[in-house]
């Protein structure tokens, strides 16, 4: 079956330094690839995506990659804020399909050092 | 307010009792997924609703289910309660069948004593 997985599992960076979270995919059906990230106790929350025609995708500190060819794909953030600290899930799913469900990789919790 | 309405909040609920979670989707949205966190855990996909139907199931179990009505709010029932199922249980709502950048609402917390 489908399975994204995730690492690392726990993440921590001096503030002002980069973050990567990284995520491989198994589905090579895949073409929608979108990142969330979940604050302590609050619902998870679209930050970025990347559909599968686009190498690279930037968004002010925050950019994504994809490599299809490895079905491998990543989260750079960059200049971290303490408001970064949080848990950031990646995700993979068909779109254009009846199987369109995302599945979620089991997450990154990044820290922020001051 | 992301426009995800999910009662209620707060659950708890004794073992081997049996509970309905209720989702309404945003204003134009067709389909309803449900999603369970368990403590520092990632997002489980339960199943998928589109316009009334059933499109996708995870790996839910046979004491859960669930449906999505006319006005297209869904309810899941989780039924004969164990501990494990002490959870966060997350519904998300997209437009289409496709599941194209999803929407959370806050999620109901589940304790299961």
């Known amino acids: 079956g489908e399975n994204v997985e995730q690492h690392p599992s726990t993440l921590s960076v001096q503030e002002g330094d980069s973050a990567v979270i990284k995520c491989t995919y198994s589905?090579?059906?895949?073409?929608?690839f979108p990142w969330y990230k979940q604050e302590l106790g609050k619902r998870p929350q679209l930050i970025i995506d990347i559909r599968s025609n686009v190498g690279e995708k930037k968004d002010q500190r925050i950019a994504v990659t994809l490599n299809k060819t490895a079905k491998h794909f990543s989260l750079h953030i960059t200049e971290t804020q303490p408001e970064d600290s949080a848990v950031y899930f990646c995700a993979a799913s068909r779109r254009g399909s009846s199987a369109s469900k995302i599945i979620f990789g089991s997450g990154t919790r990044l820290s922020i050092r001051p | 307010d992301s426009g995800v309405t999910q009662t209620p909040k707060h659950l708890i609920t004794a073992t081997g009792q049996r509970v309905t979670l209720r989702c309404s989707p945003r204003?134009?949205?067709?389909?309803v997924y449900w999603y369970q966190q368990s403590l520092d855990q990632g997002l489980q996909f339960l199943i998928q609703?589109?316009?009334?139907?059933?499109?996708a199931k995870g790996n839910i179990l046979e004491r859960f289910s669930a449906q999505q009505f006319p006005d297209l709010h869904s309810e899941l029932n989780l039924s004969s309660l164990e501990l494990g199922d002490s959870a966060l249980y997350f519904c998300?709502?997209?437009?289409?069948?496709?599941?194209?950048?999803?929407?959370f609402g806050s999620g109901t917390r589940l304790t299961v004593v």
């Open positions: 609703y589109y316009n009334g139907e059933e499109r």
């Open positions: 589905d090579s059906a895949s073409n929608y």
């Open positions: 204003s134009g949205d067709l389909s």
């Open positions: 998300a709502s997209s437009v289409g069948r496709e599941s194209y950048g999803y929407t």
